[in-house]
């Protein structure tokens, strides 16, 4: 992303980015019933919860380059991630999603 200017900014929007990203990964279904969306908003349409959430670290490498964005990292970063740690936890490759653990 270049130079930091506003660190705190970049931490939040990578931990953000990475709790909408291990959400979708897990729970980001939608479903349809007689043509229609059963979904209607977050009451019915799960979202990972900040208790369930683990502790994220984000290190921030400093760069003499332009200050620039850091863009959907976080979010692009969590699918792999997460399927990375289920093979590890349970030797089971999860390439659909959501995943569904058994």
Do not use: W
Not at 30 to 50: A, K, P, W
């Amino acid at each position: 992303c270049g130079m930091a200017v506003n660190p705190d900014t970049l931490v939040a929007q990578i931990e953000g980015g990475l709790l909408f990203g291990f959400t979708a990964a897990l729970y980001g279904e939608v479903t349809l019933e007689g043509g229609r969306i059963d979904q209607s908003n977050f009451h019915n349409y799960r979202l990972m919860r900040i208790n369930e959430a683990h502790h994220v670290e984000v290190h921030i490498v400093n760069s003499g380059e332009e200050p620039g964005g850091i863009g959907e990292v976080g979010t692009a970063a969590a699918f792999p991630a997460l399927s990375n740690a289920l093979f590890s936890a349970t030797k089971e490759r999860y390439r659909k999603y959501p995943f569904k653990i058994k």
